[in-house]
């Protein structure tokens, strides 16, 4: 392609003779052209690092309708049991997180991931009611948003739609080291957290051990769903009118073809329908979907009950 480009420049501006691009005289000229062809090259073959399936659940941000599925979260006021924690990133500004420690000096952590509205006292307690199930296993409730908290629709949309996913790659990457080489990991993720629990088992396959998304958006390229290693269990509500049961078929379909351990279960609800500070909360369902997820954990981090 580089010889074709320089017979093509020659050719056109009748050059040849005076213009040798394969003389040393005329470096600077071959680099220039170089790094045009490379551009050029790049945007078929872009070498930037991948752009998640989070981005399209981002897209529902300007959805009016989304907004009004999503009512503010009703006010509840707890007793938290874990404490802040800063978390090294490299060649950035330290995360935030909130971390419940084993007493049992365990290896095994559970990683939470916030829903749209960030690292609320709702998820902190959320992650307080796992270490309460879980007690052989550190568990991390991840803030994304850098302190940032909604209470509103609105805001939880410019909060999200303005977070940069790299910055997110950078706290998931920096909260895997805070928990060691040797962890054995779960991720867990709600919403617009169940999509990055399922991208950070694809990032990262070989220290993720089991994955845990509740209406999430899907992984929709083959290619990289392939990379998942770990376990997948997939929560999903019949009644969703974003991640629909049609998408949520597709992506069982993709799963069950590239013969992935993964187990998908729907319920009768509408989305967020886990959230007990969602006015909309299906605590029947929730309940049910709950006691699935603690054995797919305590099975696939081997946690005797």
């Excluded at 319920?267 to 299906?282: C, G, L």
Aim: glycine residues 4%; contains cysteine; proline residues 3%.
């Amino acid at each position: 392609m580089m010889q074709i480009a320089y017979d093509y420049i020659y050719k056109t501006k009748n050059m040849k003779k005076e213009c040798d691009f394969f003389n040393m005289e005329h470096k600077k000229v071959r680099i220039i052209l170089f790094f045009v062809f490379f551009t050029f090259l790049s945007s078929f073959c872009p070498l930037s690092h991948y752009k998640s399936d989070k981005n399209d659940f981002t897209s529902f941000a300007s959805d009016s309708n989304f907004h009004t599925a999503h009512n503010p979260p009703i006010n509840t006021q707890f007793v938290l049991k874990g404490k802040s924690i800063d978390i090294a990133i490299d060649e950035d500004k330290d995360a935030k997180g909130y971390l419940i420690k084993s007493s049992t000096g365990s290896s095994k952590y559970l990683i939470l991931f916030h829903e749209w509205w960030g690292l609320n006292d709702h998820i902190k307690h959320t992650a307080d009611a796992f270490a309460d199930s879980l007690s052989e296993i550190n568990v991390i409730a991840l803030d994304l948003y850098d302190g940032l908290v909604a209470d509103k629709p609105d805001k939880a949309s410019q909060i999200m739609t303005s977070t940069s996913e790299e910055r997110v790659q950078r706290i998931i990457k920096g909260t895997l080291r805070f928990c060691g080489d040797d962890a054995q990991i779960s991720t867990i993720g709600w919403c617009y957290g169940g999509a990055w629990s399922l991208q950070t088992a694809l990032e990262h396959p070989n220290q993720i051990k089991a994955c845990v998304m509740y209406y999430g958006m899907p992984e929709h390229d083959t290619t990289r769903l392939s990379r998942l290693n770990a376990p997948l269990l997939g929560i999903f509500a019949q009644q969703d009118k974003w991640i629909t049961p049609d998408i949520v078929r597709s992506f069982e379909k993709r799963l069950n073809g590239l013969e992935k351990k993964a187990h998908i279960k729907m319920y009768d609800a509408k989305h967020a329908f886990a959230n007990p500070s969602n006015p909309n909360y299906e605590k029947r369902s929730a309940i049910d979907a709950s006691q699935i997820v603690l054995r797919f954990i305590r099975a696939n981090l081997e946690i005797v009950k």
